[in-house]
């Protein structure tokens, strides 16, 4: 019998342990749909604001030794467009993304939503290149905490918080967003970083410092991971740099019980997530596990 | 993981030569081995530094090993590209996307503007056994360009250029459909070809499809990565960067979006 690719996040139940991460190819209905076809077991939304952002101008994201440095500066339609866009939508599951400074942004946004087929909330308490938003908020942990209060007042469905590394240690982010009543935690964003042309003299980004993602933040991402489960009784989704079935299960073992992928895509595009769930699904044969949640966190019994 | 970091990070390169095209219209070139062998279609990002990221389609130059691109100035960033000088810096990163399927026998390429860059380029890649017609469309006569370049390119194909004007200062009066509309009454092809603003190309693939002829367009959406990450370029399902530029008449046909709608630097859906 062939292994059981599905897993749970707490409450939320996954057909598949591989998603596909916020900010990645995120803005249509008609994407979703192709990038749930092609194997993701869920999808995130680009991480959605209260009114729509143009984002920074080019260049947005450079590809460097090892992944992609990106300050994209969060453009996206809006929270009231995109939940139009996506209201007829029955049969993928969608994760939306939320950003915002204050409850306030947060409460405006989960409104938007209220009729709409939403699978989880992830709020991005992490992205390390705009002003007041993302990891200035997850640098605040009380902020965090009322936050993550507030949206899970509001709504049954599950709240994930996404968490970065920023002035805070993100230990104490995580405990906050748990005192809030998160559901689970994904980890990592990207990590502040900058690149810098040596022709031109001048940083790659226009924003000139954006986030590292890819195989280079991996052993980064892994470690959080391990040190999360480890610290806290919380769900975890791990993210950075998976890009084969050996970096995923890399993940599962330090204890996360799917993983995201985004700048795997740029390289080895969406057939990215049929490969890594067929290499799980020969680990699992090979080594007898039935489940995902058998493999969860094994790293750590040493 | 080389190659990708080489064409996912712009190489720094000077231009060298810039030619007038029209008032509003430049072709800068430049020494680039890469760029200068892409397939007609293909793009590259084209960075103005301190200013923004562009997609350009690749111009063919006439001098070997040389790159070119051929920008109109609309907005900022376009018109600080049009107002580079020789000896500038630009960052060029490439080529990215698919490429037209050039079929044996009679073709017509059909273009207006920037738009005849890939169709340029489609025209230096025929078989020598191609009959090649060009139709050439601009307002003005002062708008058009490229003509001396076509005949140059197709010199030794079985080959005819024709233009139009809007305002019939130069060439035949009217609109390129109109006069692919006259052509197609008596002329078989085996393959069309267009490039330009999209409710043209909107028609162009409206009658090739009502012939059943073999039809390809190529896009244009809102690109800021130019590879497959940042989604800003979707129409319907596709990645415009990634999937197209090029898509055939069949697959437009189903699209809901394509002469329709576009995305905005947000995401938001506009009309044409
Ligand atoms: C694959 C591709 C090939 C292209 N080839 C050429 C070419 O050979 N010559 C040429 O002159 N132009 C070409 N363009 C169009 C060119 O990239 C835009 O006209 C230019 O970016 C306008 O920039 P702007 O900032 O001056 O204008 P803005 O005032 O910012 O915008 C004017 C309009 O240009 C378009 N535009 C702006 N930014 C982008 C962007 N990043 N990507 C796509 N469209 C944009 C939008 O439709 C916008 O409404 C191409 C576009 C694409 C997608
Ligand atoms: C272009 C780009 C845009 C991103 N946008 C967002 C975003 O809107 N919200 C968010 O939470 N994370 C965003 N991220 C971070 C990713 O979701 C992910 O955490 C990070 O890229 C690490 O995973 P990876 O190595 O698989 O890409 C973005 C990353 C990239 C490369
Ligand atoms: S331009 Fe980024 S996905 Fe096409």
Redesign the interface.
Same mark, same amino acid.
């Given at each position: 019998m062939s292994p059981d690719l599905s897993t749970k996040i707490g409450t939320l139940r996954l057909e598949r342990p591989t998603m596909l991460a916020s /900010?990645?190819? &995120?803005? %249509?209905l008609? @994407?979703f749909? #192709?990038i749930h076809k092609s194997g993701a077991g869920a999808v995130v939304t680009?991480s959605l604001s209260k009114e729509?952002?143009?984002?920074y101008? $080019?260049?947005?994201? @450079? &590809?460097?030794?090892?992944g992609?440095l $990106?300050a @994209?500066g969060l %453009? $996206?339609? &809006?929270a009231p467009?995109f939940a139009k866009m996506i209201s007829p939508n029955k049969t993928i599951p969608i994760i939306v993304s939320l950003v915002g400074s204050i409850e306030e942004d947060f409460e405006f946004m989960v409104k938007q939503f209220e009729n709409v087929h939403v699978m989880a909330y992830e709020l991005n308490l992490s992205c390390p290149h705009v002003e007041k938003v993302g990891l200035e908020v997850g640098d605040d942990p009380n902020l965090v905490t009322k936050i993550v209060k507030k949206v899970k007042s509001m709504t049954k469905v599950p709240i994930i918080s996404k968490v970065g590394l920023g002035t805070t240690n993100y230990l104490d982010t995580v405990k906050a967003a748990m005192d809030g009543g998160t559901d689970a935690i994904t980890a990592i964003n990207t990590i502040r970083a900058m690149g810098i042309?040596v022709?031109?003299q #001048?940083p790659?980004l %226009?924003n000139k410092i954006g986030g590292l993602s890819g195989p280079a933040i991996k052993p980064v991402a892994v470690r959080c991971v391990y040190e999360i489960s480890s610290k806290y009784d919380i769900p975890v989704i791990g993210c950075g740099g998976v890009s084969t079935w050996e970096d995923a299960v890399e993940f599962i073992l330090a204890g996360a019980s799917a993983v995201q992928i &985004?700048?795997a895509? /740029?390289?080895g595009?969406i057939d990215v997530f049929s490969e890594v769930n067929k290499g799980i699904a020969n680990y699992m044969e090979q080594k007898g596990f039935s489940k995902i949640q058998e493999m969860v966190g094994l790293a750590r019994n040493f | 993981?080389d190659l990708?970091?080489i064409?996912?990070? =712009?190489s *720094?390169r000077v231009i060298e030569k810039i030619i007038d095209e029209t008032p509003t219209v430049r072709t800068l070139v430049f020494s680039d081995d890469t760029l200068s062998n892409v397939l007609p279609g293909q793009f590259a990002?084209v960075?103005i530094?301190?200013?923004?990221?562009?997609p350009m389609s690749v111009m063919v130059s006439e001098e070997k090993g040389k790159a070119a691109f051929t920008v109109r100035k609309r907005g900022v =960033?376009s018109t600080a590209l049009y107002d580079l000088q020789v000896g500038n810096?630009i !960052?060029v990163?490439g080529p990215y996307g698919n490429s037209f399927r050039i079929k044996d026998g009679k073709i017509l390429l059909v273009g207006g503007g920037t738009g005849l860059v890939p169709l340029l380029r489609l025209a230096k890649f025929a078989k020598p056994t191609n009959e090649v017609i060009i139709l050439m469309g601009s307002k003005t006569k002062e708008e058009m360009f490229f003509e001396d370049m076509a005949n140059k390119i197709l010199a030794k194909n079985k080959h005819q250029v024709i233009t139009c004007t809007e305002d019939g200062s130069y060439g035949k009066k009217g609109f390129v459909t109109d006069v692919m509309e006259a052509l197609m009454q008596d002329t078989k092809f085996d393959g069309i070809y267009t490039c330009g603003p999209e409710i043209m190309m909107y028609k162009v693939v409206q009658m090739a499809n009502s012939k059943n002829t073999f039809v390809e367009a190529s896009l244009e959406r809102m690109m800021?990565?130019g *590879?497959? *990450?940042? !989604? =800003?370029c979707?129409m319907?399902?596709s990645?415009v960067c990634?999937d197209g530029t090029v898509f055939d008449g069949q697959f437009l046909a189903k699209s809901q979006e394509f002469g329709h709608t576009h995305?905005?630097? =947000? !995401? *938001?859906l506009e009309n044409y």
């Open positions: /900010g990645i190819l &995120g803005i %249509s008609e @994407v749909s #192709r680009k729509p952002w143009e984002g101008p $080019n260049p947005t994201i @450079v &590809g460097i030794k090892g992609y $990106n @994209v %453009s $996206n339609p &809006g467009y042309d022709e031109t #001048r790659l %226009s &985004g700048s895509i /740029g390289d595009w | 993981m990708q970091e064409s996912n990070r =712009s *720094i990002m960075w530094p301190g200013v923004n990221e562009l =960033s810096q !960052g990163r800021k990565c *590879i497959g *990450i940042c !989604g =800003s979707c319907d399902e990645l990634h995305r905005t630097k =947000s !995401g *938001i």
